[in-house]
T-cell receptor, first 113, second 109 residues
Framework: NAGVTQTPKFRILKIGQSMTLQCTQDMNHNYMYWYRQDPGMGLKLIYYSVGAGITDKGEVPNGYNVSRSTTEDFPLRLELAAPSQTSVYFC????????????FGPGTRLTVL | QKEVEQNSGPLSVPEGAIASLNCTYS??????FFWYRQYSGKSPELIMFIYSNGDKEDGRFTAQLNKASQYVSLLIRDSQPSDSATYLCAVNSNNDMRFGAGTRLTVKP
């Protein structure tokens, strides 16, 4: 199993550009999450999904959109990138909310200039 | 507002000592509590989780939960230089996972 994979690893965007961060898991997990981590800070939940076709907002959803058309994929869309979105983005998956472990992807480091 | 607070550190302990990491949370409805370790430039990895009041031991790690005081801690016994990392406390309440800013631990040989 590859676990949770994220692409790209690094990206530089100009203000106002858009992009999609890809996240795929091959563990057949129902729950998937998107977090951002600013320097020296903990993770903040952007969006999460409890299964295909179901998504919900987390703590910091503004400026982002998600979709969950399959169990495996949970892309995060940035529209009109802003410098405040410069961060490291982590995707994670979990079997169900009552199980223990969230498996994290390696992260995407995004810089908006 | 749901808050999770940790001392940012850095916390420095000598090799072989006990490292004690603390975390407080504001949401009394929180159900599950997690400790993650994050090496610099890497993604978080789960060390321990705890749901019930009391202690939970796993090897050199012990998690302690006191829901009345809204306090969760992690003890690392016989600390090793490889334990040097940032430790993130996370609290889950109805799918809303909140993380603390992390405590940076350095174990000196």
């Amino acid at each position: 199993n590859a676990g949770v994979t994220q692409t790209p690893k690094f990206r530089i965007l100009k203000i106002g550009q858009s992009m999609t961060l890809q996240c795929t898991q091959d563990m057949n997990h129902n729950y998937m999450y998107w977090y951002r981590q600013d320097p020296g800070m903990g993770l903040k939940l952007i969006y999460y999904s409890v299964g295909a076709g179901i998504t919900d907002k987390g703590e910091v959803p503004n400026g982002y959109n998600v979709s969950r058309s399959t169990t495996e994929d949970f892309p995060l869309r940035l529209e009109l990138a802003a410098p405040s979105q410069t961060s490291v983005y982590f995707c994670a998956s979990q079997v169900t909310v009552s199980t223990d472990t969230q498996y994290f992807g390696p992260g995407t480091r995004l810089t908006v200039l | 507002q749901k808050e999770v607070e940790q001392n940012s550190g850095p916390l420095s302990v000598p090799e072989g000592a006990i490292a004690s990491l603390n975390c407080t949370y504001s949401d009394r409805g929180s159900q599950s509590f997690f400790w993650y370790r994050q090496y610099s430039g890497k993604s978080p990895e789960l060390i321990m989780f705890i749901y019930s009041n009391g202690d939970k031991e796993d090897g050199r790690f012990t998690a302690q939960l006191n829901k009345a005081s809204q306090y969760v801690s992690l003890l690392i016994r016989d600390s090793q230089p490889s334990d040097s990392a940032t430790y993130l406390c996370a609290v889950n309440s109805n799918n809303d996972m909140r993380f603390g800013a992390g405590t940076r631990l350095t174990v000196k040989p």
